[in-house]
């Protein structure tokens, strides 16, 4: 019944018979009729026909959602393939936000490459809930991630802490105020500012100025807005936005202050018209984990990906 289920599936991710038949390889006319086939042999249409573009039929959604299961098995049993063949092909699929698809994973990947240069690395840059789905459902491999997404669903290893500053453009009048709450690049790179002698701006003396902020559904978003909560500040919002490189971009031009976390100052190149100070409370402190679906074939590309991970991560504490 699955014969010739890798020509409907074609058709189905390209939602047209024309693109399917050249990423096949052969003719529409013989696309059209391998399809017409397996729908002959079920004894029910897989497409609507009549819609442009095609549509599954009720049957078809259930036809593709079980080709996704036996696709998931075969790739399963290649990757155990794989492993038997100690990392001479192989294959690891990566995800993360703009952020650390931008300014940690490369770093990783580039040492894993170096590694195991025969396993073939993708990296896959989305939304934090957009990740959660394609992890799922088998996609993606490991996702890192700040956000606390269902154990129930997902195991973790932990990859390192963070925290949140705040970014202030460095022509505001209220920093010549608060030179002593300054922190240096450097204090933020090799983590120094976490001692106790190194004092959290009160940040109520912000209360007038500018914000850039994050949406409401973004983890770093509710974590500044429940920061400003505590402090009764309604802050004046002047962008409101998806992704904290963004946010600190327009920190750097002037334009408001943000929230950011020193994963991202200790590695991007240091800015002259931005200065940062420490925060206090729980809500400035969180956890980047590596996630993997739960009961997932554990292959070895992940298994050794994760490994070298926690040695780059014990290497810069």
């Known amino acids: 019944m699955f014969q010739g289920m890798e020509?409907?599936?074609?058709?189905?991710k390209e939602k047209s018979f024309s693109k399917a038949a050249k990423n096949l390889f052969t003719s529409q006319p013989s696309l059209s009729a391998?399809?017409?086939?397996?729908?002959?042999r079920i004894g029910y249409p897989i497409f609507d026909r009549s819609t442009k573009p095609i549509k599954l039929t009720e049957c078809g959604e259930?036809?593709?959602?079980?080709?996704?299961?036996?696709?998931?098995?075969?790739?399963?049993?290649?990757?155990?393939?794989?492993?038997?063949?100690?990392?001479?092909?192989?294959?690891?699929?990566l995800g993360g936000s703009s952020l650390f698809s931008s300014w940690v994973l490369p770093s990783l990947i580039?040492?894993?490459?170096?590694?195991?240069?025969?396993?073939?690395?993708?990296?896959?840059?989305?939304?934090?809930?957009?990740l959660e789905l394609l992890l799922q459902e088998g996609t993606i491999d490991l996702v890192l991630d700040n956000c606390l997404l269902d154990r129930?669903?997902?195991?973790?290893?932990?990859?390192?802490?963070?925290?949140?500053?705040?970014?202030?453009?460095s022509g505001f009048e209220i920093n010549k105020e608060n030179k002593s709450y300054i922190l240096s690049a450097e204090s933020i790179r090799d983590g120094s500012f976490l001692n106790d002698e190194t004092k959290a701006v009160p940040i109520e003396i912000f209360h007038k100025q500018p914000f850039i902020m994050l949406k409401p559904e973004n983890e770093?978003?509710?974590?500044?807005?429940?920061?400003?909560?505590?402090?009764?500040?309604i802050p004046s919002v002047v962008f409101e936005l998806d992704q904290q490189m963004t946010s600190y971009n327009i920190t750097c031009s002037g334009m408001g202050i943000s929230f950011i976390s020193d994963?991202?100052?200790?590695?991007?190149?240091?800015?002259?018209?931005?200065?940062?100070?420490?925060?206090?409370g729980a809500d400035t402190h969180r956890s980047i984990y590596f996630y993997w679906k739960a009961g997932r074939y554990f292959k070895r590309t992940v298994e050794e990906f994760l490994k070298m991970a926690n040695n780059d991560r014990s290497h810069n504490l």
Do not use: W
């Open 7 to 12: 020509y409907v599936y074609n058709v189905y």
């Open 34 to 40: 391998t399809v017409k086939r397996v729908e002959q």
């Open 62 to 93: 259930k036809y593709i959602k079980s080709v996704e299961k036996i696709m998931l098995i075969e790739n399963e049993f290649c990757d155990f393939i794989n492993d038997i063949g100690e990392l001479k092909s192989g294959k690891l699929v």
């Open 110 to 130: 580039r040492e894993f490459s170096r590694r195991f240069p025969l396993v073939k690395v993708e990296l896959i840059e989305e939304s934090t809930s957009e």
């Open 152 to 169: 129930t669903v997902f195991d973790c290893s932990l990859y390192q802490e963070e925290h949140l500053l705040l970014a202030v453009p």
């Open 220 to 233: 770093t978003g509710k974590r500044a807005m429940n920061i400003l909560r505590k402090h009764d500040i």
């Open 263 to 280: 994963t991202l100052i200790s590695r991007v190149p240091a800015h002259p018209n931005v200065v940062y100070y420490k925060l206090a």
